[in-house]
């Protein structure tokens, strides 16, 4: 739903259309115009058609034949139309980048009611408000009443939901993208026998907010790529599994996506893979695996996303990349017999960079605004792998896709706030004893230059219950960054902030969190619990938040990332903490 995200911070134009309302129709020619006009200035034109008595089909031949050239949003479920509440068709609604109704309200007063055109159109309320958006200011009117045909939720509505025109929107748009073929879900989710099979399941885990997997509280920063469902969706699921799971119209069916094989993201700029398989032995502790693959690139880039496949998803646990432009990694891979070279707490070097990393439930996604991290030509990448032994032998050889920023990184010199870097919390003392149901970990850290926060990366094991991260600014001003209030190991990912938020310095970061070691826990690994201190096995536990940060000034940047890693190695290392 176009509502949702918003990142590069478009103004957007929702204008309620309908097949059969004679002023509607009338009005396509000028919304063609408006749409050219405005797009090469950061707007975007949406039609909605929210007539639950037409099918998908019959709208989309009704477009054609008008010639729309703005993309028609289907909306037969009034999940758009419950949101914005139109009473007219057409009726207009403009959002600022920041997803306020700036203005509601008649395209322009070419009618002057029912059957009453005007000769002459005399005043373009839209454009007038779009300009204004577009200057910073305010529309010189934000509500002029619309004249057109009433907007009315058919009949069919609330003879309740089917699958073609309400389930399958949301079910293509949110879960099909792991539930398919060849992905991590269990079960694929492509067409109505699939689906219809779980009705009654996907009402249950859409209600517990089970699924789709999204562990962030609602009502604080929004973030790129959220999964949330609206009060709406929900019901659309329960509804629809009371009524027994019809069909419904095949007319009314969207289309499947279309996804490149293998890649969630599309066709990687470039693939690269672990250089020979690694054999991780039966049993024993987990191990920690540093892999050096050589980047083949011959000009420094920037790099927008990564998409990590692992080779063996029975024994990778997770995976954190880091850049070497110096070759210390190759080194230390020279010195040892076996692919990689093991090491726990890190590298064994200072790493010139990093491209993130990957956990189980990590869903790849862009940085947001055509910003990226730096990768600088002749860099290795050095991939650490954290393996578990699973009782047999296993090999592993895992391929990582990179995504390049399609602006060239001269431009990223003129702009050093399109270049991303990072930076980490944690707490290292751990000590939490067997049936503690709230023990408290916490740390905090103090911005020494002006950055802008990116995004948030949050990381904890299987004992894990809840984790909050704030930012209290020098002027006390506190900003909730995330709040899980139920964590989820299988979950975990990164989250991008769709507006990066600007932080001065002296801003406070505080990170607190809360874990369950008692039997109540589902996700206890232990039965009945046991002692769990910090470490890197799975096991053990941890309790780390990353940050993406960006800066007006690159040195900001390094500045901020060296002056956190002194902090936190002066951290207590002791791992036998009292509980606090």
């Not at 066709?267 to 398989?277: G, I, S, Y």
Request: glycine share 8%; aromatic share 10%; net charge neutral.
């Amino acid at each position: 739903m176009p509502l949702e995200q918003n990142d590069a911070r478009k103004v957007r134009v929702f204008v309620f259309l309908s097949t059969e309302c004679p002023i509607a129709r009338s009005y396509t020619p000028e919304l063609n115009r408006l749409s050219a006009e405005f797009a090469p200035r950061g707007v975007e034109l949406f039609g909605v058609w929210s007539d639950a008595t037409v099918t998908r089909a019959a709208a989309a031949q009704h477009f054609a034949e008008f010639k729309a050239k703005f993309p028609v949003l289907h909306d037969a479920s009034g999940v758009l139309a419950e949101m914005l509440k139109p009473t007219l068709v057409p009726e207009v609604f403009v959002l600022n980048a920041e997803g306020q109704t700036v203005y509601r309200g008649a395209i322009d007063n070419a009618w002057e009611s029912i059957g009453r055109r005007r000769a002459n159109v005399e005043q373009r309320f839209l454009v007038d408000a779009l300009n204004a958006v577009l200057a910073g200011r305010k529309p010189p009117v934000a509500n002029v009443d619309a004249v057109g045909c009433l907007f009315e939720r058919a009949a069919a509505v609330k003879a309740g939901p089917v699958f073609t025109r309400d389930v399958a929107p949301i079910v293509f748009a949110r879960c099909t993208t792991c539930h398919r073929d060849g992905q991590a879900a269990p079960f694929p989710l492509t067409n109505f026998a699939q689906t219809a099979k779980r009705a009654k399941q996907l009402a249950r885990v859409t209600r517990e907010r089970q699924m789709p997997p999204w562990i962030p509280a609602s009502g604080h920063e929004r973030f790129v790529g959220e999964r949330w469902l609206t009060d709406r969706e929900i019901s659309l699921f329960r509804d629809w599994a009371a009524a027994g799971a019809p069909e419904g119209d095949a007319a009314d069916l969207p289309p499947l996506p279309q996804f490149t094989d293998g890649w969630l993201l599309g066709k990687p700029d470039l693939v690269v893979k672990m250089t020979e398989p690694f054999t991780v032995r039966a049993d024993g502790p987990d191990i920690l695996q540093n892999f050096v693959i050589p980047i083949p690139t011959t000009e420094d880039k920037r790099v927008a996303a990564i998409e990590f496949h692992a080779g063996n998803k029975s024994v990778v646990h997770h995976a954190v990349l880091f850049l070497d432009d110096k070759g210390q990694g190759r080194k230390r891979d020279a010195a040892t017999p076996e692919p990689g070279y093991s090491l726990f707490g890190g590298v064994g070097f200072m790493p010139s960079g990093a491209l993130g990393g990957w956990s189980v439930g990590n869903t790849p996604r862009r940085l947001p605004g055509g910003m990226g991290r730096y990768l600088k030509r002749g860099s290795d990448l050095v991939m650490q792998l954290h393996y578990h032994p699973t009782g047999k032998v296993e090999t592993d050889q895992s391929t990582v896709g990179i995504y390049f920023v399609d602006k060239p990184i001269a431009e990223a010199l003129r702009r050093p706030s399109t270049l991303v870097g990072s930076f980490w919390m944690a707490n290292y003392e751990m000590d939490i004893p067997p049936g503690e149901a709230n023990y408290r970990r916490g740390t905090s850290y103090t911005l020494p230059r002006d950055v802008s926060l990116v995004g948030v990366v949050p990381h904890m094991h299987l004992v894990g219950k809840s984790l909050i991260v704030r930012a209290t600014l020098p002027d006390g001003t506190r900003r909730t960054l995330i709040d899980v209030p139920r964590w989820n190991y299988n979950w975990q990912d990164e989250y991008y902030f769709e507006r990066p938020i600007t932080l001065p310095r002296g801003t406070r970061f505080e990170l607190q969190a809360v874990f369950d070691n008692s039997a109540d826990n589902p996700s206890n690994p232990s039965s009945p619990p046991q002692r769990v201190t910090w470490g890197e096995g799975t096991l053990d536990e941890m309790l780390y938040c990353f940050f993406l940060i960006t800066a007006e000034k690159s040195e900001d940047v390094v500045h901020t990332i060296f002056h956190s890693m002194a902090h936190d190695a002066k951290q207590p290392r002791d791992g036998a903490a009292r509980n606090q």
